[in-house]
């Protein structure tokens, strides 16, 4: 089993940053990260993700302003994403899966707003 929790959401202006993390916690034999939004009547999507070597893939929606990142060390993925956009908005998840037995986990999800 693996626990996931983001922290780092919240509202911010268009334009602002917000730094996102994820903490792993439990059987933490990941192989690959990723972070995933939901916008109200939209399918959820991948933002991006990193592999256990650090090899990253980011969406195009929000290529040259998010980056993913990972520590090992700590367990922990991150996404930083910069000029924020009104459609942006949306709640983002955090996804792992496992090294071992290949499982799926989700975090609860942090709501990003905003705000043009």
């Known amino acids: 089993q693996v626990q996931l929790v983001e922290s780092g959401g919240g509202l911010v202006q268009a334009g602002g940053s917000l730094r996102l993390s994820c903490a792993a916690s439990?059987?933490?034999?990941?192989?690959?990260n990723g972070w995933y939004r939901q916008a109200p009547g939209k399918q959820r999507e991948l933002v991006a993700s990193v592999s256990r070597g650090g090899d990253t893939n980011v969406a195009d929606s929000v290529k040259g302003r998010c980056t993913i990142s990972r520590s090992n060390a700590e367990n922990t993925v991150y996404l930083e994403m910069n000029s924020l956009k009104p459609e942006d908005t949306a709640v983002y998840y955090c996804?792992?899966?496992?090294?071992?037995?290949?499982?799926?986990?989700w975090g609860q999800g942090t709501q990003v707003t905003v705000s043009s």
């Open positions: 996804h792992a899966i496992h090294r071992i037995s290949g499982s799926d986990y």
């Open positions: 439990g059987s933490t034999f990941i192989a690959a």
